[in-house]
């Protein structure tokens, strides 16, 4: 006869070792990433307590970044995970996403380019394609609204003055900054980057709306084409 599947929960764990009650007591600061996941995964295996879950996870997907960009597919393949904890774990991670674009919302000012990195970074790091991003300022340089206006690679013959400036106006924008991301990690700008920035540039004098920047995005780095001299 069959011995019955038992899924071995954190209540089974010595009490000094249950990662909710440590939360309650420490708060969720003392917690490691392991401890952290198997309060979400809630049970574990037969083999596998939540917490001992929580690190095969871990270590199977490699980081916690990566857990938060895999696909619901990808989470369920890993051995005692299944659909219903893959979507409990991506639940969270979107929540999270969306109390910073709440913080973001908070119109932040944007007085060096610095400022444009630690906006956006978070939002742009891990994309596999190149998304091009228009802040809308207004007077005191505070982001009214923010556009992502293309993705793929930059190509001038795309992405048309047009394009970059139709919200500007809309919002009665007084002035912008342009930012895109390189998947690379490497933020050195192209020719093709430096082109577009020209022509924008001349593009917001003409219409009365001025490109303050354009903030090339690499991995922990960036370039600003203003201080570059690029206009």
């Given at each position: 006869?069959?011995?019955?599947?038992?899924?071995?929960?954190?209540?089974e764990?010595?009490?000094?070792?249950?990662?909710?009650?440590?939360?309650?007591?420490?708060g969720?600061?003392?917690?490691?990433?392991?401890?952290?996941?198997?309060?979400?995964l809630?049970?574990?295996?037969?083999?596998?307590?939540?917490?001992?879950?929580?690190?095969?996870?871990?270590?199977?997907?490699?980081?916690?970044?990566a857990?938060?960009?895999?696909?619901?597919?990808?989470?369920?393949?890993?051995?005692?995970?299944?659909?219903?904890?893959?979507?409990?774990?991506?639940?969270?991670v979107?929540?999270?996403?969306?109390?910073?674009?709440?913080?973001?919302?908070?119109?932040?000012?944007?007085?060096?380019?610095?400022?444009?990195?630690?906006?956006?970074?978070?939002?742009?790091?891990?994309?596999?394609?190149?998304?091009?991003?228009v802040?809308?300022?207004?007077?005191?340089?505070?982001?009214?609204?923010?556009?992502?206006v293309?993705?793929?690679?930059?190509?001038?013959?795309?992405?048309?003055?047009?394009?970059?400036?139709?919200?500007?106006?809309?919002?009665?924008?007084?002035?912008?900054?342009?930012a895109?991301?390189?998947?690379?990690?490497?933020?050195?700008?192209?020719?093709?980057?430096i082109?577009i920035?020209?022509?924008?540039?001349?593009?917001?004098?003409?219409?009365?709306?001025?490109?303050?920047?354009?903030?090339?995005?690499?991995?922990?780095?960036?370039?600003?084409?203003?201080?570059?001299g690029?206009?």
């Open positions: 006869m069959p011995e019955p599947v038992v899924k071995y929960t954190i209540k764990l010595p009490e000094d070792e249950r990662p909710r009650e440590r939360l309650v007591q420490f969720a600061g003392a917690l490691s990433s392991a401890e952290l996941l198997a309060i979400l809630r049970t574990g295996t037969p083999e596998m307590t939540a917490v001992q879950l929580a690190q095969h996870l871990l270590t199977t997907m490699g980081s916690l970044r857990i938060a960009n895999a696909k619901p597919a990808e989470l369920a393949q890993v051995k005692g995970i299944g659909v219903a904890k893959a979507a409990q774990l991506l639940a969270a979107e929540l999270g996403r969306r109390i910073a674009l709440e913080q973001m919302g908070e119109q932040p000012a944007i007085t060096r380019p610095d400022d444009v990195y630690a906006l956006l970074h978070a939002q742009l790091r891990d994309e596999k394609q190149e998304h091009v991003v802040l809308l300022l207004n007077t005191k340089n505070r982001v009214m609204r923010q556009t992502t293309t993705k793929g690679t930059l190509d001038s013959s795309l992405l048309h003055p047009r394009e970059v400036f139709r919200e500007a106006v809309r919002h009665s924008a007084s002035s912008i900054i342009l895109h991301n390189h998947p690379s990690g490497d933020p050195t700008p192209s020719s093709e980057d082109q920035t020209r022509r924008l540039h001349q593009a917001g004098q003409l219409m009365g709306i001025e490109l303050l920047d354009h903030v090339i995005l690499g991995d922990g780095r960036w370039v600003s084409l203003k201080a570059q690029v206009f």
